[in-house]
C-alpha cells in the first residue's frame, strides 16, 4: 500500500478489498454472507431487472493499478488449439458439435465418470451468435442429460427469453465440465484439465460472436485468471478469438436477488455487441 495514502484512504482501499473477497465467496456459494450491492430488486424484468440508472456505476477495482493489474491477466491465456486439442488425438478432426459428442463418448477420462448418471454435452444453435458458459452439472442436469434445466436454468432461460428477446433454442449451452461433481462441489484441476480441450473445441465449431462465462469459476476456467469475479464482470475479455463478458452465475442470483442488476447490466453489453435493440425497460416482449 502506497504509503502516501491518508488513513481514510487506506480504510477504503481495505474495504474495497474485502468486499471483492466476500462477492467471491457469496458467489461460490457460501451462504450467509451480505451482499456487496445494495439489496434492492430492480423493477421490470424479473430474471435480471431494468435498466439502472446512469448514477448506478459498477463496481471498480480499488485503484488504477489494480484496475491494470487485472486487465492485464485476462487476456486468452490457453494454449494454441493444435496443443490444447492434440491431448486426445483426432479432436481436432471433429467437424461439427455431433461429432464431437460422439467422439466423447461414454467418456471415462477423468474419476466422475462413475459417479454420474449422464454426460451432459451441451444444447442449443450450433451456429449460435451467443454462448453461454457455465460450471458444471447440477442434479437436474445429471438427470436429464442437458445443461441448466435446474432453477438456475430456468433463470438463465428468463434472462435470454425476457431480457435479450431471445429463444433460448437461438443461444449454445454448455458447461466447463460435463459431469457433475459429488455434491456439486467445484471442479478439481484434473476434472477440468481432462474436459477442457471439449470446451474448447465447443468455442472452436460454434463460433459465436459472444461468450456469457457464468460464475466465478467458469471465467477463471476460461480465462486462466484467479482475480475475483466483482472485478472482471461488465468489462469484456477474449478466449479463442471470441469476446467473452464475465458475469454472476442464475444460482447466485436466487440467493442474491439484488445482485441481478449487474447481471442486466452485463447483459445489455453484450446485447449492443450483437445488435439487439435493448428494450426501454425490462421484460417479456
Given at each position: ?20 473477497y ?69 479432436l ?89 461433481p ?23 465449431l ?35 478469438g ?44
Open positions: 500500500m502506497s504509503r502516501d495514502l491518508s488513513a481514510p484512504e487506506q480504510r477504503r482501499l481495505m474495504l474495497d478489498s474485502v468486499r471483492d466476500l462477492a467471491q465467496l457469496a458467489e461460490e456459494g457460501l451462504e450467509g454472507l451480505p451482499s456487496t450491492t445494495p439489496r434492492t430488486v430492480a423493477p421490470g424484468l424479473g430474471a435480471v431487472g431494468a435498466k439502472p440508472p446512469a448514477s448506478a456505476a459498477r463496481p471498480s477495482a480499488p485503484d488504477g493499478a489494480s484496475a491494470r493489474a487485472a486487465a492485464a491477466s485476462s487476456p486468452d491465456s490457453t494454449p494454441p488449439s493444435s496443443e490444447l486439442l492434440s491431448r486426445y488425438p483426432g481436432d478432426k471433429t467437424a461439427s458439435l455431433e461429432a464431437l459428442s460422439v467422439f466423447i463418448g461414454d467418456c471415462k477420462r477423468c474419476k466422475l465418470a462413475p459417479l454420474r448418471t449422464h454426460l451432459v454435452f451441451g444444447v442449443g444453435n450450433p451456429d449460435a451468435d451467443l454462448m453461454f458458459v457455465g460450471e458444471a452439472p447440477g442434479a437436474d442436469e445429471d438427470a436429464r442429460g442437458e445443461p441448466f434445466v435446474g432453477r438456475a436454468g430456468q433463470l438463465l432461460t428468463d434472462i435470454i427469453e425476457r431480457g435479450m428477446g431471445l429463444k433460448r433454442a437461438d443461444v449454445y449451452i454448455c458447461n466447463v465440465i460435463k459431469c457433475r459429488p455434491d456439486n462441489r467445484n471442479p478439481e484441476p484434473d476434472e477440468v484439465a481432462a474436459c477442457e480441450p471439449f470446451l474448447m473445441r465447443q468455442i472452436d460454434v463460433r459465436p460472436r459472444a461468450i456469457v462465462a457464468l460464475g466465478t469459476f467458469a471465467v477463471q476456467a476460461l480465462l486462466k485468471v484467479k482475480t475475483p469475479i466483482s472485478r472482471l464482470r461488465g468489462n469484456w475479455h477474449e478466449v479463442r471470441v469476446k467473452l463478458m464475465p458475469t454472476f452465475h442464475p444460482a447466485y442470483l436466487l440467493r442474491s436477488p439484488g445482485e441481478k442488476r449487474w447481471v442486466w447490466q452485463d447483459i445489455q453489453e453484450v446485447m449492443k455487441v450483437l445488435g439487439i435493440e435493448i428494450p426501454a425497460r425490462g421484460g417479456a416482449r
